[in-house]
């Protein structure tokens, strides 16, 4: 059923302007208001194909057509993803003969020509003697070919793969942008290599992914502008989540506008997705320079939280931020000792119970702890299935499975030369194993590579990390010959910097095994094993980004303090522990899929949803704001903060403890704000 319009959708419905930004917050009706716009440009003749309603992604597109059918907006008004209306303008270009389509190739296929891209590269680094001190076996090694999939998105969205010339192996410029996006160059000369390997020639594709479709859109128009009036022209372009718009989408839409109007609806505040091109810019200075025309109105009422919610956060973004008088949010602060080891997590844990036992009626499907990073649930998890909470892990992987933290367990069984647990557990042991030749080395060609280690029928025909894992998943224990035999043996073709690797590895093996008497605790192994290998660089070697390997690091760091509230306890009891609450896990997980388990969750994953119950943890220094831009942090507490519509709980250090308090939410910063 249509809704009455409130007086701020009331101007936008009889704004006439030719650009309109709607500069919104969180749970005002953005997609309901565009909704409007569109039922009443039907309402007053305007045909549905002259309408395009656009979204940036699937689940945006979806709950966009919902909002239309409420609005009693014509069935033909069809909401399409950005990438869907490129590849239907791609389509008729081709009809035009001006384009020949490439055949469309999934994520397998991607990663082939990427394994190839990087051999290319490798090679030529090779020949011209380069010292370079990357670890180009990608083919291995899953995590790394995503991670690279990832940059090269990043790359595509922020339309930096159109700046990659013929040739540009150590090209200035791709130093400057490895620089600026905090990668290694050698990523950004695969992803160079890659782009050469699909467009040989300007506008000429050998194949496309999902991610192409609005880049070659617009290379091919860079190429034949003419071309642009053989396209349809829309009569008006509405446009949803602005804040996620990206470089290639704000120059499509930018392109094809022409005579048409252009409505978006974004919240400023809720630009946090870096990871496909996001940029505040899009809505304030490049939008003012491309649309001097533009007119900004305001959708400023919530009608998701209540009253004290909106003050915290229109303090927070320095912004108006109103809530309709019905609604109430009740705002909990819950304080604990940062001295204490856990004690965030548990007195987390105690407020899901204190909330779940006063109200009966609060299921825990209804509360989400949101986290600012991943590495931060470690203690969060462990206190949950201490005091036994249901609980599912929302775009995240819960810690004991963590690449890094698998690596950690490896060191562990190798040490102690206990497996039993592995021979009860035989599921995690390919992503063991994968961690592990992660972290080492793992030499990817089968040609090469000495199978004398592992016994298995056929070997040859199989890439060495498989057999590996068929190896150690028939026999655990020869997850010891696995490491001392392959992972740090020196093999032909290893660049010297894998080699100092394997050495280190090794000689980190061989103190291991000569102290096994005396390391009685995974806490002794652990910290043995920190002072014996430099842990940042074996991170930073598996995990490029510095952001995201600070934050493998520092989850291997809670690791260690965990084993540490083991006590004297053998290692191989360590190890159950592990085991169990993994077990315990999966069983709620599967079992519950359906019952009640709170979500733990990062800010990233839970933007665009909302829930009954919402506490954030860790809002002390060093932990909300993790990075050094407060700007970009008050966003992620904005998001973070607006996900909640019957409670919020802000978790921070107790009064004793002032100096740790968040600059976010206290002192000058947050009076500036
Ligand atoms: N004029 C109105 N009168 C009553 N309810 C309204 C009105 N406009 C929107 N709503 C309701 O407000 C709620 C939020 O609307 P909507 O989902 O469009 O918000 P949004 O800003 O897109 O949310 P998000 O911040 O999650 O993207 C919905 O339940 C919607 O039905």
């Known amino acids: 059923m249509a809704h009455e319009p409130s007086p701020e959708q009331t101007a936008i419905l009889q704004s006439r302007a030719n650009v309109v930004l709607i500069d919104a917050v969180a749970g005002s009706g953005k997609t309901t208001t565009l909704a409007m716009v569109a039922g009443a440009a039907s309402a007053r003749g305007l045909a549905p194909v002259a309408i395009a309603c656009l979204a940036f992604s699937d689940g945006a597109k979806k709950r966009f057509a919902q909002k239309l059918a409420e609005e009693n907006a014509p069935a033909a008004l069809v909401p399409m993803t950005i ?84 040739d540009d192996f150590g090209s200035i410029g791709q130093y400057d942008l490895a620089e600026a996006l905090d990668l290694p160059v050698e990523l950004i000369e695969i992803c160079a290599a890659y782009e050469r390997l699909r467009e040989p020639d300007a506008g000429d594709f050998g194949w496309q992914t999902e991610d192409d479709a609005v880049p070659d859109l617009l ?35 930018q392109l094809l506008k022409r005579r048409g109007r252009l409505v978006v609806v974004g919240d400023r505040d809720q630009v946090i997705d870096a990871a496909r091109g996001a940029e505040l810019r899009f809505s304030t200075d490049t939008f003012r320079a491309a649309y001097a025309d533009a007119v900004y109105l305001p959708l400023h009422r919530t009608r998701r939280f209540g009253a004290a919610v909106a003050r915290a956060v229109s303090k927070l973004t320095s912004r108006p931020v109103e809530a309709i008088p019905e609604l109430h949010t009740v705002q909990h602060r819950a304080a604990y000792d940062p001295d204490v080891a856990g004690a965030c997590a548990r007195t987390v844990a105690g407020h899901v119970q204190a909330l779940h036992n006063a109200h009966h009626a609060v299921k825990l499907s209804e509360i989400a702890i949101i986290t600012r990073e991943d590495d931060q649930t470690i203690d969060i998890e462990n206190a949950l299935l201490d005091a036994g909470i249901p609980y599912q892990c929302e775009g995240i992987v819960s810690y004991l499975l963590r690449p890094e933290i698998l690596f950690m367990r490896a060191l562990l069984h190798i040490a102690s030369g206990s497996y039993d647990t592995l021979e009860q557990d035989k599921p995690t042991i390919r992503p063991m194993v994968t961690a592990l030749a992660a972290f080492v080395s793992m030499q990817s060609s089968a040609q090469h590579f000495e199978s004398d280690y592992l016994q298995v029928s056929g070997a040859a025909q199989k890439v060495p990390l498989e057999q590996a894992i068929e190896t150690v998943t028939g026999t655990p224990a020869s997850l010891q010959m696995f490491f001392d035999g392959i992972v740090t043996r020196a093999q032909e073709g290893d660049s010297p910097l894998t080699l100092n690797w394997k050495a280190r590895f090794a000689a980190c093996g061989a103190a291991l095994a000569e102290r096994r008497a005396s390391l009685h605790s995974a806490h002794d192994v652990l910290l043995a094993v920190r002072a014996l290998i430099d842990l940042p660089a074996a991170v930073a070697r598996a995990v490029p980004r510095r952001s995201e ?87 992620f507490l904005y998001v973070a903060m607006t996900r909640a519509k019957g409670s919020l709980t802000l978790c921070e250090p107790d009064e004793a403890h002032r100096a740790l308090w968040s600059p976010l939410l206290h002192g000058d910063v947050a009076r500036g704000a």
């Open 83 to 166: 990438t869907e209306f490129a590849r239907r303008h791609l389509r008729k270009l081709a009809t035009l003969g001006v384009f020949t389509q490439p055949p469309q190739i999934g994520a397998a296929k991607v990663r082939d020509h990427l394994v190839k891209a990087a051999q290319g590269v490798w090679m030529r680094h090779q020949s011209r003697g380069s010292d370079s001190e990357f670890d180009f076996g990608i083919e291995q090694n899953r995590d790394r070919i995503d991670h690279l999939f990832a940059v090269l998105r990043e790359l595509k969205a922020r339309l930096l793969t159109h700046q990659f010339g013929d």
């Open 219 to 253: 290379r091919l128009l860079a190429l034949q502008p003419d071309v642009l009036d053989q396209l349809w022209q829309h009569a008006l372009f509405l446009v949803d989540e602005w804040h996620d718009v990206n470089a290639a989408e704000f120059a499509l839409l």
């Open 549 to 635: 390997a600070d934050a493998a690091v520092r989850s291997i760091a809670h690791f260690i303090d965990f084993a540490g509230t083991f006590g004297q306890r053998p290692v191989a009891d360590f190890l159950h522990e592990l085991r169990e609450r993994q077990a315990r896990l999966a069983a709620r997980t599967k079992g519950n899929r359906y019952r009640a388990q709170l979500v733990l969750t990062t800010v990233r994953t839970a933007k665009g949803q909302e829930w009954e119950h919402v506490i954030l943890p860790y809002l002390q220094r060093g932990e909300f704001p993790r990075g050094p831009d407060l700007a970009e942090e008050r966003r």
